[in-house]
């Protein structure tokens, strides 16, 4: 199976690692021909105003959409979710979003850097150590979206949508390959 | 209190500039600079009093940032904020942690505030990004628990060829220690003056422990996709934006040249028509006094 990463800006490296352990051969993407013979596509950890921009200037808004909306899988993480939602809260101006997921997202809603925080949560029923990294919150969750992950405190830190699956935080950097290994069943059996 | 959660771990430190990562930080001295660095797609700004070509020109000494601008640029923009401290100076790091910027670069282009001593960035829960022209500087900030490390280049001067010795130094090193037996790292260690330990790490996974940014003298689009060509984990702009004559359209084609390195025909397409770049100084005709790079050690 081949799986792509969304290689514009961002925490790239660390995917391509994790599914490298994981066996799975690994595109960057940078542009729309990468997508060809693709299973699913990773947006990394980043900066999304960045990205959103970086999407525009080369021309992969419009490939991306086609490629999941063809029912191939995506997996978004912290940037990656924002991408992915149709609602950006606390958005950049100029900022768009892909509008894939139906979940309302905040940006940085923990606050600065120094509210940034690794803990261990539950991952739809595994014990898992993932980072928050001036990580966003889904607020609102549409009713076809699945919670897979919370936070002690009820806040919605993971989600999927059939093909789709997001998350706040990052377990591509404290070495976690359980949630890459779940996206590669989501790309395995295409909706 | 959640006992499984743990703030500013070396792991979030550093994973922030995991982040940043193929992007580019620039340099603003104000909350409308910053707008327009956020709006050409920086990942982050840096915020200090004077770009470095204005300290430069003016001289005298140079100091962090007023915390009312801090604040300001932080209320404007959405991306990471990181400012400028002096070289040891542990208190304007105390100040710039208590306004809740992301990061702290302990930086040479301020005036050193301690010729002997760099800020034992252990203490804070904010991370550091720190400047180096070698691999044993590196590494000796490193150890003080700095959490990314940017080549220093010369900043100021729009001649980018100090960022590329230095980058091409680091690099260097890394190769050279890679390919050392077991036994002649205890030496290395010793020649780099850097911790044995941290050397043997360096050795073994051929790579600094944090993200290696270029600084220092990039003023145009090919300067900053030669930077990451040369191995670059991302690019600081500091006057090389501001300085120059379109700063809107400089900052949004070099953002645009960093994400396609790779690719000529968009780094062309980038350069096309940017006005004028800043003046510029050559390195070479700075009296050594004058050479930023030289401070920290």
């Excluded at chain 1, 997508?35 to 999407?55: A, V």
């Excluded at chain 1, 990656?80 to 149709?86: D, E, F, Y």
């Excluded at chain 2, 690099?171 to 043997?200: C, F, H, M, W």
Aim: contains cysteine; proline residues 4%; negative net charge.
């Amino acid at each position: 199976m081949r799986i792509g990463v969304l290689a514009l800006q961002g925490d790239v490296r660390e995917h391509i690692g994790t599914l490298a352990k994981l066996a799975c051969e690994t595109v960057e993407v940078r542009k729309s021909a990468d997508l060809k013979n693709l299973s699913g596509l990773i947006l990394p950890g980043g900066e999304s105003t960045t990205i959103s921009k970086l999407m525009d200037i080369f021309s992969l808004r419009e490939p991306v959409l086609n490629f999941v909306q063809s029912g191939k899988a995506i997996f978004g993480t912290c940037a990656g979710m924002i991408t992915l939602a149709n609602e950006v809260l606390d958005s950049a101006s100029g900022q768009q979003s892909l509008g894939l997921m139906d979940i309302s997202v905040r940006r940085n809603a923990f606050g600065s850097q120094l509210d940034s925080f690794e803990e261990v949560i539950d991952f739809d029923g595994t014990t898992l150590n993932v980072a928050f990294i001036r990580a966003p919150i889904v607020e609102r969750v549409g009713e076809a979206v699945q919670v897979l992950s919370k936070l002690s405190d009820g806040r919605v830190v993971a989600v999927r949508q059939q093909n789709m699956l997001a998350t706040s935080f990052h377990p591509e950097i404290t070495g976690e390959t359980f949630v890459h290994e779940y996206f590669l069943k989501m790309a395995s059996s295409p909706q | 209190m959640n006992p499984s959660k743990n703030e500013s771990t070396p792991l979030v430190k550093r994973g922030l500039a995991e982040m940043l990562k193929g992007g580019v930080i620039m340099d603003v001295v104000n909350a409308e600079q910053a707008k327009i660095a956020e709006d050409a797609g920086a990942v982050a700004v840096m915020a200090l009093e004077r770009v470095p070509a204005d300290i430069r020109a003016q001289g005298g000494v140079a100091r962090m940032s007023d915390p009312e601008l801090i604040e300001q640029i932080i209320a404007t923009v959405s991306i990471p904020v990181m400012a400028k401290a002096r070289i040891g100076h542990f208190v304007e790091a105390q100040v710039l942690e208590s306004l809740k910027v992301d990061y702290i670069d302990e930086s040479e282009v301020l005036s050193p505030a301690d010729y002997v001593n760099h800020i034992d960035k252990w203490k804070f829960d904010i991370p550091f990004v720190c400047g180096a022209t070698n691999l044993g500087e590196a590494l000796r900030r490193i150890t003080e628990g700095a959490a990314m490390i940017r080549s220093k280049g010369e900043a100021g001067t729009g001649d980018v060829s100090e960022a590329t010795k230095h980058i091409r130094t680091i690099l260097g090193e890394i190769n050279v220690l890679a390919s050392k037996t077991e036994d002649e790292l205890y030496v290395a260690a010793k020649e780099l003056q850097a911790p044995y330990d941290l050397v043997r790490e360096v050795a073994r996974t051929k790579k600094l422990p944090v993200v290696l940014f270029v600084a220092g003298g990039v003023a145009t689009p090919a300067d900053a996709a030669m930077m990451m060509q040369l191995g670059a984990d991302g690019v600081f702009v500091g006057s090389g934006v501001f300085k120059s004559g379109e700063p809107a359209k400089r900052a949004a084609a070099i953002v645009k040249a960093v994400a396609a390195f790779n690719d000529p025909a968009v780094i062309a397409e980038a350069s096309r028509g940017l006005g004028e770049a800043m003046v510029g100084i050559n390195v070479r005709d700075l009296p050594a006094p004058h050479r930023l790079s030289e401070r920290g050690w």
